[in-house]
């Protein structure tokens, strides 16, 4: 593929309706001003800070007065309020259908911590509140003509722990002889590249892929320790691209036609699927079965 160029290579987004978590900073915010320039109806972006969010809205609307912006307050750390994210959404008068959902917010080797519901911090943040959100905005997403969800994952997924995914560990804070923050953030990651396949087998007409950014400088990478941050640097300055060029892959996935993706697939930057690089626990389909059934008994009633 020739380089990606956003503004040549998005196409028009006249009538779209798309939601991106974590718009309020890093690649979720790059990725609501690469959209807004082709004229989607409307980007709803969702996020704790309330701040951050609008001083994205005003930097999108300096450039585009087409295009409604709208924050949704949601914690994915906390159940109750992704529903009330989600419900807030859906009651907006405008909603008929949701074109595109981007689920690009997360966390990345917190020290060990659980959410307001008792599940590890990084599992319950990255893949249990998506999921939740997810499944509260499936009915909008199937009404589009052409539903598309992006997750992200990184290729953080192969720091995984033997087995995937630790289940009878997830309602702990989940220890680890060594690496703990990464094998935690490596088992989420796990569950975003899985979650995007199984969505893609078990709902019609929905288009489902994983995507990784590459290495980029945002909060997330901010936010380490001085040892993570010098150890990443050292084994990895060279890959390092801006903010902008980070959020290539999430909206080439969010906006390519159909038909020149495969569903359920992981892409690396920009547009490349890496399917052939995944380990036999990410292809396993038996995990991404229990993944399926502990999520859904998880977030029973909810
Ligand atoms: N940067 C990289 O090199 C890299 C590499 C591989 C994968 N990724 C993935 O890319 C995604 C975006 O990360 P980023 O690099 O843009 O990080 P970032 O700059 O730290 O932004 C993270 C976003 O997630 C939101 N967020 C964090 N915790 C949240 C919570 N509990 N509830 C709701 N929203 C929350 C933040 O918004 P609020 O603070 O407003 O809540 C923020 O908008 C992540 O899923 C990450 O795993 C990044």
Not at 7 to 30: C, M, S
Not at 111 to 126: K, S, V
Not at 224 to 248: M, N, P, R
Request: charge should be neutral; include cysteine; charged fraction near 20%.
């Amino acid at each position: 593929m020739p380089i990606y160029d956003p503004e040549r290579d998005i196409p028009d987004l006249t009538g779209k309706t798309i939601f991106i978590t974590g718009g309020t900073g890093g690649l979720g915010a790059a990725s609501a001003l690469h959209l807004a320039k082709h004229n989607p109806e409307h980007i709803y972006i969702s996020g704790r800070n309330a701040a951050a969010a609008k001083a994205i809205i005003q930097q999108i609307h300096e450039t585009n007065s087409i295009t409604s912006v709208t924050f949704i307050q949601c914690d994915l750390a906390s159940l109750t309020s992704v529903s009330q994210a989600a419900t807030t959404f859906i009651a907006q008068p405008q909603v008929q259908k949701l074109d595109i959902l981007i689920c690009n917010a997360g966390i990345m080797a917190h020290t060990p911590a659980l959410t307001t519901d008792g599940y590890e911090i990084q599992f319950g943040t990255n893949h249990l509140g998506h999921a939740l959100l997810i499944k509260k905005l499936l009915p909008l997403l199937t009404a589009s003509p052409d539903p598309r969800t992006v997750l992200l994952t990184s290729q953080g997924w192969a720091l995984h722990p033997s087995g995937g995914i630790i289940f009878p560990d997830l309602r702990t804070t989940q220890s680890f002889p060594f690496g703990g923050p990464w094998r935690r953030y490596g088992q989420s990651k796990l569950a975003n590249l899985i979650w995007a396949r199984e969505l893609a087998r078990r709902v019609p007409g929905l288009t489902a892929v994983s995507v990784h950014p590459g290495v980029v400088g945002t909060g997330l990478f901010h936010g380490l320790g001085l040892k993570d941050k010098l150890l990443i640097y050292a084994t990895a300055w060279w890959k390092f691209v801006s903010v902008q060029e980070g959020a290539w892959n999430q909206v080439w996935a969010a906006t390519v036609d159909k038909k020149e993706v495969v569903n359920g697939g992981y892409y690396e930057p920009v547009g490349r699927l890496k399917d052939g690089r995944l380990d036999g626990d990410a292809r396993d389909e038996g995990l991404g079965e229990r993944l399926w059934n502990w999520t859904e008994e998880a977030l029973e009633g909810l």
